[in-house]
């Protein structure tokens, strides 16, 4: 039973242009949506988060947009950078959890030059 | 400031085999966790500790997995006897919140590469 699903392994963008990296989720209950990017033989970097009670959080050239009635969240990324390349993972804390994180399935985006 | 701190990187052991990994999470985060990432996969949560109790073991294969943070700082995960199933990265994780407050952000370790043979 997957609670938090990345359908897309790969996502591959020019240059300058925009990356949309989607998630979806099942579980109501969660309160804290969190995105991580991973270089390869590295640990998950910390990105950005979004709380369940708001819309929207932008960093820079990150913008994470959750939409509860539909249950996802998506990471925009503009532009994108050939340095943005990496696995990029959602993840989602249960409300009444003690800080797990249930993360899906990473989505590989290729930002070409 | 230091993150957290993972050894060995890469350990290749044959099934039946014993192997431990260690991890010295950032300096003051009472959370400690232990992650398995399965080729593909997502890390999956192990074992969650708060300071030197356990938080959540749920998904930890009692069988062949235990873990440790006897004084709760850094922590040891062994697997004995490992199987072919159980090669994966082993991301240990520390968070300052008290498990479950402020915004979720868990720090990651670089991980511990095992292949099981």
């Known amino acids: 039973d997957q609670q938090v699903k990345q359908n897309s392994p790969s996502l591959s963008v020019q240059e300058g242009r925009i990356s949309i990296l989607n998630c979806d989720y099942t579980?109501?209950?969660?309160?804290?949506f969190l995105w991580y990017k991973k270089y390869p033989a590295e640990g998950p970097t910390f990105l950005i988060s979004i709380s369940s009670i708001k819309d929207k959080n932008e960093d820079g050239r990150f913008t994470v947009f959750l939409n509860k009635s539909a249950k996802h969240l998506s990471l925009h990324i503009v532009p994108s950078q050939p340095g943005d390349s990496a696995v990029y993972f959602c993840?989602?804390?249960?409300?009444?959890?003690?800080?797990?994180?249930?993360f899906g399935k990473g989505t590989k985006l290729s930002v070409k030059p | 400031e230091a993150g957290v701190a993972q050894s060995p990187r890469y350990k290749i052991i044959e099934k039946r085999q014993s192997v431990a990994f260690w991890c010295n999470p950032i300096?003051?985060?009472?959370?400690l966790y232990w992650y398995q990432q399965i080729l593909g996969q997502g890390p999956k949560l192990l074992i969650q500790f708060q300071n030197n109790g356990v938080v959540d073991d749920s998904q930890l294969p009692k069988d062949r997995f235990s873990a440790e943070r006897l004084k709760g700082v850094d922590s040891t995960l062994k697997i004995q006897p490992a199987k072919l199933e159980d090669s994966a990265v082993y991301l240990c994780?520390?968070?300052?919140?008290?498990?479950?407050w402020g915004t979720g952000e868990l720090f990651f370790g670089e991980g511990s590469r095992l292949t099981v043979l």
């Open positions: 993840a989602a804390r249960h409300g009444g959890s003690q800080g797990n994180l249930i």
């Open positions: 579980n109501s209950m969660f309160d804290y």
């Open positions: 994780a520390s968070s300052l919140d008290r498990g479950g």
């Open positions: 300096s003051g985060h009472a959370t």
